[in-house]
Antibody, heavy 120, light 107 residues
């Protein structure tokens, strides 16, 4: 069974850096064409794709957030890490990770999500 | 970047109704279009991929169609568990944008 689980701080202060971890099970981050995406959803709003990383270490980022995001993976720990710098209250959202496969390009399954609030 | 729109933004329907949601891409995306269902407080769930392929385990009352720029999600007979928000997502190119969502609630 494929599962993903997000972890990280519940509350961050403005200007701080957010670090989120996605721990996966049921598949390996070293498998060909396998990848993980991060997606966020502000309260009551739509989904926004942030970044993805594949087993070959190919990475891609949201155009509008590219300067603030870094995605990486630790295959031995089955983890994908997303960092977002210079957090602002508008970044308050539920952050999801989801599996993606090169050539298939849909998100399935998703983690349960983690709500991050940005406030002083 | 490709932009996605959906219509309507919300709709009210009764159990048993046929419901159609439309998604439009700002440029041709062939059949690289996926649909998700999201219930309150839950993560999205994949319903339809590649415009018309039903994800395993999803009831057959859900169907998708379209290609190019215009797509539809149809629920043939709305069930109580189908009241949710539905999102389309283009997977033609990065960034893989989502539509703004369509909320389906009870009439």
């Amino acid at each position: 069974q494929v599962t993903l689980k997000e972890s990280g701080p519940v509350l961050v202060k403005p200007t701080e850096t957010l670090t989120l971890t996605c721990t996966v099970s049921g598949f390996s981050l070293s498998n060909a064409r396998m990848g993980v995406s991060w997606i966020r959803q502000p309260p009551g709003k739509a989904l926004e794709w942030l970044a993805h990383i594949f087993s070959n270490d190919e990475k891609s980022y949201s155009t509008s957030l590219k300067s603030r995001l870094t995605i990486s993976k630790d295959t031995s720990k089955s983890q994908v890490v997303l960092t977002m710098t210079n957090m602002d209250p508008v970044d308050t959202a539920t952050y999801y990770c989801a599996r993606i496969r090169a050539g298939l390009w849909w998100f399935d399954p998703w983690g349960q999500g983690t709500l991050v609030t940005v406030s002083s | 970047d490709i932009q996605m729109t959906q219509s309507p933004s919300s709709l009210s329907a009764s159990v048993g109704d046929r419901v159609t949601i439309t998604c439009r891409a700002s440029q041709s995306i062939s059949s690289y279009l996926n649909w998700y269902q999201q219930k309150p407080g839950k993560a999205p769930k994949l319903l339809i991929y590649a415009a018309s392929s039903l994800q395993s385990g999803v009831p057959s009352r859900f169907s998708g169609s379209g290609s190019g720029t215009d797509f539809t999600l149809t629920i043939s007979s709305l069930q109580p568990e189908d009241f949710a928000t539905y999102y389309c997502q283009q997977s033609y190119s990065t960034p893989q944008a989502f539509g703004p969502g369509t909320k389906v609630d009870i009439k």
